[in-house]
């Protein structure tokens, strides 16, 4: 009889995002319960408070790379990691790097959302002009006026845009990061890009789409993991305060 696996999350979680993906990679089956309760996350997440966790081997592990880690050991094959100690060590650097620096962006767009003072006031002219063609093709509004919060969502777009050229850069002619077998640098960037793709993002998915490289990247990795799959998540409402 198979180990059951239970992966636990909210429904808008790039990390639960990245363990799917690396359960998929190694072709596992597993569960998902999802919930946005805080008395759900207190009981599935008791020691950090934090999501993902997932229940293997009699076990509740917290922490996306932590739990990637207890899924190599427990089901070795297909790796996750190179058996090679140089290539692995860089596809742990550049998963932690794509960890980080989506966090960073993902934490400072949630943060831009949110009215300031001074939110009365019109944008900058100097500053539309920079931002009118991405303005508006993101609002799909000709001639557009965005509001103060839509200004600061887009400088955030408009940096996070210069990260998705560096994974061009990275990626070059390969199918994978790294390698030519997915890994979990993989796990981490695909499902960063999944988020920004599908989410709440405004014009996050345009940043995708008009980099064909990565685009096409998405799609391949989306073949390989069908649980995780595409999943559309304009509609699900961000949390209704800044992060800590």
């Not at 592990?61 to 190599?72: C, F």
């Not at 742990?92 to 620096?101: G, N, P, R, T, V």
């Not at 303005?135 to 006026?145: F, K, M, N, T, V």
């Amino acid at each position: 009889m198979s180990e059951r696996l239970v992966l636990y999350s909210q429904r808008l979680n790039p990390f639960t995002q990245k363990v799917a993906i690396g359960l998929d990679i190694k072709g596992l089956a597993y569960e998902r319960e999802v919930s946005e309760a805080p008395e759900d996350l207190r009981r599935w997440s008791p020691v950090t408070g934090q999501l993902p966790v997932l229940s293997i081997a009699g076990r509740r592990v917290a922490d996306s790379t932590k739990i990637l880690r207890a899924v190599e050991e427990h089901y070795p094959q297909p790796p996750l990691w190179s058996s090679d100690p140089k290539t692995a060590a860089a596809q742990d650097q550049l998963m932690h790097w794509a960890d980080a620096s989506f966090l960073f962006y993902w934490d400072r767009w949630r943060a831009a959302r949110y009215p300031r003072p001074g939110d009365g006031q019109p944008p900058s002219p100097s500053l539309l002009a920079q931002l009118r063609r991405r303005i508006e093709r993101s609002l799909s509004r000709p001639d557009a006026q965005p509001t103060p919060v839509e200004v600061r969502e887009l400088q955030v777009l408009d940096e996070l845009a210069k990260r998705l050229d560096d994974l061009v850069g990275m990626l070059g002619q390969r199918p994978f990061f790294l390698s030519d077998a997915p890994s979990v640098a993989d796990a981490s960037i695909v499902g960063m890009l999944r988020i920004i793709r599908n989410g709440p993002m405004m014009g996050g998915e345009e940043l995708v789409v008009r980099r064909p490289t990565l685009e096409a990247y998405v799609q391949r990795m989306a073949a390989i993991s069908p649980h995780s799959g595409m999943p559309d998540l304009r509609d699900i409402p961000v949390e209704a305060r800044p992060p800590s």
